[in-house]
């Protein structure tokens, strides 16, 4: 037996693949990661996996010229007929109708390798064929990425540029997190994790005395090990907690007056609105204790306990995917502008500790590795998540941050590195939108929910099938990644398979720029590398860097604070907002005029919450947060994932009190429904819940039965709206539903089947 090592990297981290005779057996956990994910132990089962797409394959409605995307059978073709059948669907489409009738913003994580990235290929051979529809901001972050620029100039602090961890363990009293700090989340980063931080820092921060306030709707967003306060909290309703604690400090004069008078403007009509002047409704700790169910004096108190000592106030990333998710931001921002602390050390808001793996870890801000996506020359893009209302109603306008835009009639969709049948939210609306273009062409590994509702399915590699760099701004180091096996099947790299058709086009030189993968490789390390050395950090050689498998990256030199310039001279150091300053009124959003988005932050109920009339007919708040063990929908058939089923299906967990009300116990099969839909999920019995609320994660491969979901994807009860008519966010954590237990015999589950296949011969009738 002749073992042979590689190393590799993936979103959940870095890592050796160990090879038997062309079958990878093993991945072990880079040395210096202090926490490796699990997840890890799934990859060596993907990549041999029978759900891999082996050979291109075309689907047989579609040569006939039906648009039933679902539940049909393919015919296997050679790579040549299938890239000159793309070539020529490609070529039809944008001679008769432009780049307007292409869409290929091709929303999804990819690989952490950034040469074989493919949304950034996707993008780059679109992009320079003529352009397409392309898609704008995304689904983690996509209502703050608009929302914060008019409040603080920028949206940076989202993506992970706020106050580091070294400066909160040696000032912060208090942390409070809304929507917690789950480690499950912390396991990824996108680019590739080689350093799992936050158990440590979380460790690390118990032992400064530091104590850790979190709310949320379940018990499980404390990070485990960690003793921590539970505010438990209605769903949707932080924003109504945030302007009760404002209201608190400004009624009893704890704010800081000085801090708010020379840092943010619009103090006055926001505290008018607090006060009720308004609207005749007073937003004291009473009324939010109402909204959210928490009560008053533990509102009131900590509010109090902000305002006394050094406090850092988080939110994850969750919170803004609900309708009006634009509003528990500003309304963040706004509580700790009136705290005082922001720009100080340890202090002020933030967001995302508990999202992503990462977020604050002090780091010295230096280029990563990336392969340049040029301009779309067709100037053409749609907010992420309006997808179906796009492909539903063509021609139609819609309102986005301030400006008026009309959808497009798209004829061909092309996609590689995501999966909307995954990311989407009210499927079942999303398989009707899926109807309407002539072609739908896809490069995946797998027979995933998206490749079976494609025309053209191309066989893509995995990253052990190719060489690569990667690495995020994030992580303390980037890593080189080792082609390990050879292609499964006839996978192609997806780079390969635009070349070709680049070729076809006439620019493929264009698009390779001459470069073979190993010449990528080393074009994109040294382009960091040049950055590193031009900020007086030296990385070693591409060589000697491919030869060790990675390069470390120096620590930070300093402690960051969020806004520290700012606040110490906000004269000479303005924000990026009109004033200069923290637009508590923005008199732009103001003048956009949209009553789901005002001037300041403002309780503004969603349509599915605990509190609407919609909850008499449907009482329960579904959450859909991620997945412990996946990524999202990647790696769900792997055992690691399956193992947490419950009769094969997705588990719902839920109040005992709501399953007793219903007749259900631990490990029954239950019916998940709405108006828009219906799952099966496996129940899991969980007293640490805010009753009426119900949590699944996301990621089940879809397993439609007419409306139903066999499987359990929740995003076909997920509401299909946007935050609002500013950002136009996903708003996935808004949806009501009921639950009834499945008495009938279980259906079998069938989403991690492979379709049937034809020969050519019979693929004509
Ligand atoms: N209800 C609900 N829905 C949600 C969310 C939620 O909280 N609730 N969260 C949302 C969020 S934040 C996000 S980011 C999205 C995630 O949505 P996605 O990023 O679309 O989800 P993934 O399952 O990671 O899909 C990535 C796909 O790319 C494929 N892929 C990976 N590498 C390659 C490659 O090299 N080449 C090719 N051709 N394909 C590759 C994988 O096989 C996989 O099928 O989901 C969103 N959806
Ligand atoms: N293992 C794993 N980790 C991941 C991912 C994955 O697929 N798997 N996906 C990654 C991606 S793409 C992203 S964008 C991040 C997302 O990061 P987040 O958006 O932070 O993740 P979620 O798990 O959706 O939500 C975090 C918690 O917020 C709580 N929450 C939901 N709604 C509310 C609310 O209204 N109020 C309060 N107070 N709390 C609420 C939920 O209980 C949930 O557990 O996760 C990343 N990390
Ligand atoms: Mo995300």
């Known amino acids: 037996m002749t073992l042979t090592r590689h190393p590799s990297l993936a979103h959940w981290g870095a890592f050796t693949a160990v090879v038997d005779s062309g079958r990878v057996i093993g991945c072990e956990p880079f040395e210096a990661d202090a926490a490796p994910s699990p997840m890890l132990n799934s990859i060596a089962e993907m990549v041999h996996s029978p759900l891999r797409v082996k050979r291109p394959a075309v689907r047989r409605g579609w040569l006939k010229g039906n648009r039933d995307r679902e539940g049909d059978t393919y015919v296997e073709v050679p790579w040549d007929e299938a890239l000159d059948m793309v070539a020529g ?13 292409i869409f290929g913003g091709s929303y999804g994580w990819s690989s952490a390798g950034r040469v074989h990235h493919a949304r950034s290929l996707i993008r780059r051979f679109l992009f320079q064929g003529g352009g397409c529809v392309d ?16 409040v603080i100039g920028t949206a940076s602090p989202v993506s992970g540029d706020v106050t580091d961890w070294a400066s909160v363990l040696h000032h912060t009293r208090v942390i409070v997190a809304f929507g917690g700090m789950p480690l499950k989340n912390a396991q990824v980063t996108s680019g590739g994790a080689g350093l799992h931080s936050l158990p440590g820092y979380l460790k690390q921060a118990r032992e400064a005395g530091i104590e850790l306030v979190v709310v949320s709707p379940t018990r499980a967003d404390i990070p485990s090990g960690i003793e921590a306060q539970w505010i438990s909290i209605r769903p949707n309703t932080d924003t109504a907690l945030m302007l009760g604690m404002a209201h608190t400090l400004l009624n009893e004069s704890r704010h800081d007056a000085a801090f708010v008078q020379t840092h943010c403007v619009g103090v ?8 009720g002047d308004s609207d005749g409704q007073v937003k004291d700790a009473h009324w939010a204790s109402y909204i959210t169910g928490i009560p008053a004096e533990v509102i009131r108190s900590l509010a109090h306990r902000v305002s006394a000592q050094r406090s850092l106030l988080t939110a994850a990333w969750a919170l803004q995917r609900a309708e009006h998710g634009e509003q528990p931001y500003w309304a963040l921002i706004g509580l700790a502008a009136l705290v005082g602390q922001i720009g100080l050390p340890g202090g002020g808001f933030a967001f995302g500790h508990g999202s992503l793996n990462g977020i604050g870890h002090p780091h010295r801000p230096l280029p990563g590795p990336e392969v340049p996506v040029p301009r779309n020359p067709a100037g053409l893009a749609i907010p992420v998540a309006r997808i179906a209302d796009m492909l539903l109603a063509p021609g139609t306008s819609y309102a986005f941050n301030g400006t008026e835009h009309v959808y497009p009639d798209i004829k061909l969709i092309y996609w590689a590195g995501g999966n909307p049948f995954h990311h989407h939210q009210d499927q079942n609306r999303l398989r009707e939108a899926w109807r309407a273009p002539e072609t739908v062409i896809v490069h995946e590994s797998w027979w995933t929910p998206l490749a079976r509702r494609a025309d053209i399915v191309l066989p893509a590699t995995t990253p052990l099938e190719r060489c690569d760099v990667g690495g995020s701004a994030r992580d303390p180091y980037v890593f080189a990644m080792h082609r390990a096996i050879a292609p499964q099947g006839e996978a192609r790299n997806d780079f390969d398979i635009f070349a070709a058709l680049a070729q076809r086009a006439g620019f493929e030189d264009t698009f390779t720029a001459g470069r073979s ?25 591409f060589d000697e860097f491919w030869a060790q498998g990675y390069a470390a990256l120096p620590p930070a030199d300093s402690e960051y604070v969020l806004f520290e310039a700012f606040r110490r ?16 009124y923005s008199k732009s959003v103001a003048a956009f005029e949209y009553d789901d988005c005002p001037g300041h932050a403002a309780w503004l109920p969603p349509r599915e919450w605990l509190g609407a009339q919609l909850a008499r007919k449907w009482p329960l708040h579904l959450l859909t947060h991620q997945p412990k063990n996946r990524l999202h929908s990647q790696m769900d058939p792997a055992k690691l994932s399956r193992r947490d089923k419950i009769q094969g299906r997705e588990p719902i967990a839920m109040h005992p009190k709501d399953a007793a009300d219903r007749g259900i116990a ?3 099969l239950v019916r998940v429904h709405n108006d828009r839909g219906a799952c099966l999920a496996g129940v899991r019995v969980d007293a640490g819940l805010t009753p009426g609320v119900v949590i699944m994660a996301t990621g089940a491969w879809s397993d439609p039965d007419g409306t139903l979901d066999r499987h359990g994807n929740p995003n076909v009860l997920t509401a299909d709206v946007g935050t609002s008519r500013l950002a136009q966010g996903p708003s996935a954590q808004s949806a009501l539903v009921d639950i009834e237990r499945h008495a009938a015999p279980a259906p079998a589950m069938r989403a991690w089947e492979v379709p049937g296949f034809r020969d050519r011969a019979l693929a004509k009738d």
């Open 135 to 150: 898609q704008i901001g995304n689904y983690s972050w996509g209502a703050a990425q608009f929302l914060l620029p008019h």
């Open 89 to 101: 669907e490609l070529a039809r489409v944008r001679r008769d109708y432009g780049a307007s009738g």
């Open 666 to 668: 631990d490990g029954d």
């Open 268 to 275: 006055d009509t926001w505290a008018a609105y607090l006060r």
């Open 517 to 541: 993968e190993m010449a990528w490789c080393r074009h994109v390390y040294e382009g960091m590398r040049s950055g590193c050395a031009h900020r007086g950090v030296p990385l070693p050689t």
């Open 569 to 584: 001279d906000p004269i000479a150091k303005p924000l990026g907002t009109p004033s200069g300053r923290i637009e508590l």
